[in-house]
């Protein structure tokens, strides 16, 4: 089974700033396969990401998504007010079908 | 535009079943494309998928390693509803359970999601 880590843990940022969340892999995964999501609370996660980088419906330019193999990455260009909140990474198996979630970046104000 | 609307008991007792449903609208419970998915939510063991019911041609389910053993996930066709019973639950198993949508088209993700239920496995 294919495990995410995600760092780092917490990102404490400003409004404006840019972030850059990791994603890794401990196999290489299908670029196809990955996916990124937000998460407030009480609410469930909404994709952002799929395809490691395109866009998912309604989904704003100042999210982006990159890399390939083992490593990638969710960059938030320039951090709005809403944009804090928990992000999770998640890759698909095929064999045995599985997916697995990566155990979160917090973005929080600094 | 999908919604899926969850229901479903919050509080279940140790070594009894868990069951919970979502009620698909806005998309085809047959949809030869989406599969219709359950994963749950703790602080222990964050986001953990389940398992999936989809149809192409039949249906097909794929169910996760951890709860093979204890879990089915039933298509209510009159219903367009998913249904998802987890048996011999114990205080582990209590989560925030959510069902969604993967839209297909070898996306492998999860475009739409129900609102999520709570429940607590307690005596």
């Known amino acids: 089974e294919i495990v995410l880590t995600q760092s780092p843990g917490t990102l404490s940022l400003s409004p404006g700033e840019r972030a850059t969340l990791s994603c890794r892999a401990s196999q290489s995964v299908s670029s196809r396969s990955l996916a990124w999501y937000q998460q407030k609370p009480g609410q469930a996660p909404r994709l952002l990401i799929y395809g490691a980088s395109s866009r998912a419906t309604g989904i704003p330019d100042r999210f982006s998504g990159s890399g390939s193999g083992t490593d990638f990455t969710l960059t938030i260009s320039r951090l709005e007010p809403e944009d804090f909140a928990v992000y999770y990474c998640?890759?698909?198996?095929?064999?045995?079908?599985?997916?697995?979630f990566g155990p979160g970046t917090k973005v929080d104000i600094k | 535009q999908v919604q899926l609307q969850q229901s479903g008991p919050g509080l279940v007792k140790p070594s009894q079943t868990l069951s919970l449903t979502c009620a698909i609208s806005?998309?085809?419970?047959?949809?030869?494309?989406?599969?219709w998915n359950w994963i749950r939510q703790s602080p222990s063991r964050g986001l953990e998928w389940l398992g999936r019911t989809y149809y192409r041609s039949k249906w097909y389910n794929d169910y996760a390693v951890s709860v093979i053993s204890r879990i089915i996930i039933i298509p209510d066709t009159s219903k367009s509803q998913v249904s998802l019973h987890l048996n011999s639950v114990s205080p582990e198993d209590t989560a925030v359970y959510y069902c969604a949508r993967d839209p297909g088209d070898f996306t492998s993700c999860f475009d739409y999601w129900g609102q999520g239920t709570l429940v607590t496995v307690s005596s």
């Open positions: 806005g998309d085809s419970i047959y949809s030869n494309r989406a599969a």
């Open positions: 998640q890759q698909y198996g095929s064999s045995p079908p599985i997916f697995t």
